[in-house]
């Protein structure tokens, strides 16, 4: 092989002997420097998260007790009463808000990964990313206006929090969902067809089925972004003292707007409110953190293994 | 020309053998003469295309039934694409065109108003990586077919048509005690009989094959091809491989397809009974193929 003809640059220099090739003290230097960085940056970003689950931690514990939990504000006006119409309120809403927003991201994350062709499809994908940056006071007062159309100015029922959820749920749904149809690979769709099944039935016995873990932990999440949401609640759902579990008729309290308005108007027992606010704020981020493992738990249990 | 071809005699079957196959059906099972029987698949002037892509051109050959007919050729020469036609997959393709003229039984499978659903279920595929559902149980596999075609069958029948179609693929003996077991859980060979399985449990007529063994080991292709063998006195088999000697082992008919340059559609060259086209084929590309000058 002719060498000389070749020039190498100093970069590809072969060094005299392997042995004595260990990397040098600035190489390690500078590694040990960079891993420093990279904790630090790491701790940094942890900082923020600690300090806060730590401070609603100590100052929610005060305000935590059996009455915040069984009791509601009807009728109180001094230390007394509890939060239980807002944490019933909140589950209600919440509830009614994933049985509307579930149904339609699904679907439309099936019409988007399975039919979806062309123009119409990038059209609707456009707008999908569009309604996952709505400011969340909007979806409020779209559903405000949506019902107003219908029952006049001043309306305010459970019902319409849930519809300005939605509106903010349904995207981050077919977002997550679009993603998990796509992992499920396509041989499985031609087995299906291959044997004489109909689109609809691949995608309801074959797709869906395998997809099921990742669907499930994609709701639980998006159900747990929307859960602590106070500005369209704020101008939608109203605020009220008493424990009110229908969500179509009258107004009805959640955690997020109960701590705004116990932080807000806190009357004359002052430290009683805030230890009732940051109560709630406690409460919500439990419901959050319950989510999440549930969502974890449920993606361990049933994930199916695809080779 | 192709020694290390062999084989093997019809009195060798059902005998235990050195080389520690899976002892599948037993020799004094007979195979049950259940199913709509093998058709004739027709293709006539068939031309495929991928959107403006020309992808295989003018096919004309006769597929007979109860016999294996194997496509071979080198890699892209439309060999795939071509069985795909035949079971109106290659449609499912965005952008794919079917021209010309296929028909099982006399029936064009093209023709206006009729559904490629149908034609599915009369003329089935398994194909190169196994791909059993990985939600369901081996049982369950089984009768997918059943279950996924909206016929209300009764347990019992269930029963006998997951066994039946379980001994037609030589897998009952392995797994009878574990048929509520994932059927991702099985080795490539046993996949691969499953999707078998699962294919004949709808009594097609013509059963397709896309290089069923080149994801699998030596002694589970030999499996399978035991099994093809067994498998033509019921269904008409056409298989697609890469292994000239597969070709020359297990088909009854061999179609030699080629292309003329990358880009340019693959064709048909020659088409024969296998003894024919590996001995005294009549076409030099053929020759150059199979004696292996090229491909």
């Known amino acids: ?307 | 020309m192709l020694g290390a071809a062999t084989k093997r005699s019809a009195a060798e079957e059902g005998k235990p053998t050195m080389t520690g196959r899976p002892a599948g059906r037993t020799s004094t099972e007979p195979v049950t003469a259940t199913g709509r029987g093998a058709k004739t698949i027709e293709a006539r002037d068939v031309n495929l295309f991928y959107g403006d892509f020309h992808a295989v051109e003018d096919v004309t050959m006769t597929i007979a039934p109860n016999k294996v007919t194997a496509l071979i050729g080198s890699s892209g020469c439309g060999k795939t694409t071509f069985l795909r036609s035949l079971n109106r997959m290659h449609e499912l393709t965005p952008g794919a065109r079917v021209d010309g003229h296929v028909s099982l039984d006399g029936e064009d499978i093209y023709g206006k108003g009729v559904d490629p659903v149908e034609v599915r279920r009369l003329i089935g595929m398994v194909f190169q990586q196994p791909n059993p559902f990985p939600t369901m149980s081996i049982y369950d596999n089984v009768a997918a077919g059943l279950n996924l075609n909206s016929r209300r069958v009764p347990k019992s029948q269930k029963d006998s048509v997951v066994e039946r179609s379980l001994r037609g693929a030589n897998l009952w003996e392995e797994v009878k005690d574990r048929l509520d077991k994932p059927g991702s859980g099985l080795s490539g060979g046993q996949q691969q009989r499953l999707c078998i399985a699962r294919a004949i449990a709808v009594e097609p007529e013509v059963l397709l094959m896309d290089e069923p063994c080149s994801a699998l080991d030596p002694l589970a292709t030999l499996a399978i091809e035991d099994l093809i063998s067994e498998l033509k006195n019921r269904y008409t088999i056409v298989i697609v491989t890469h292994n000239m000697q597969q070709a020359a082992r297990a088909s009854d008919v061999t179609a030699f397809f080629n292309l003329d340059a990358t880009g340019k559609p693959g064709h048909l060259v020659e088409v024969g009974a296998t003894n024919e086209i590996f001995t005294n084929p009549t076409q030099k590309q053929t020759e150059d193929y199979v004696s292996g000058r090229f491909g």
């Open chain 1, 1 to 307: 092989m002719e060498s000389a003809s070749v020039t190498h640059s100093p970069a590809l220099e072969r060094p005299a002997s392997l042995l004595a090739s260990g990397a040098g003290w600035r190489r390690r230097a500078k590694d040990r420097l960079m891993t420093v960085l990279i904790a630090g940056a790491f701790a940094l970003a942890m900082i923020p998260l600690i300090s806060l689950v730590y401070e609603v931690t100590k100052r929610g514990i005060p305000g935590l007790s059996l009455a915040f939990f069984t009791e509601d504000a009807r009728g109180v006006v001094g230390e007394g009463g509890g939060a239980s119409h807002a944490i019933v309120g909140t589950l209600v809403i919440t509830g009614v808000a994933a049985a509307i927003s579930v149904p339609i991201g699904i679907m439309g994350a099936i019409y988007l990964n399975e039919y979806g062709q062309g123009r119409l499809r990038r059209a609707l994908t456009f707008f999908v990313d569009v309604m996952t940056g709505i400011p969340s006071i909007v979806a409020g007062l779209f559903a405000c206006a949506l019902f107003e159309l219908f029952f006049g100015p001043g309306i305010r029922l459970g019902v319409m929090g849930s519809v300005a959820l939605s509106v903010l749920m349904i995207p981050i749904v077919i977002r997550s969902a679009e993603e998990v149809l796509k992992i499920v690979p396509n041989h499985l769709r031609e087995a299906a067809y291959a044997l004489g099944t109909p689109k609809w039935k691949t995608i309801v016995k074959v797709v869906l089925p395998t997809a099921f873990a990742g669907l499930v932990t994609g709701v639980m999440i998006a159900i747990a972004r929307i859960v602590g949401e106070t500005a369209p609640l704020l101008v939608t759902t109203g605020v009220v003292d008493s424990m009110n579990s229908d969500p179509f008729h009258g107004r009805m309290q959640n955690l997020a707007v109960y701590a705004y308005n116990e932080y807000r108007s806190p009357g004359v027992f002052k430290q009683a409110a805030y230890d009732k606010a940051w109560a709630a704020a406690l409460t919500l981020i439990a419901i959050v953190m319950l989510l999440n493992v549930a969502a974890r738990l449920v993606y361990r249990r049933y994930k199916t293994e695809i080779r």
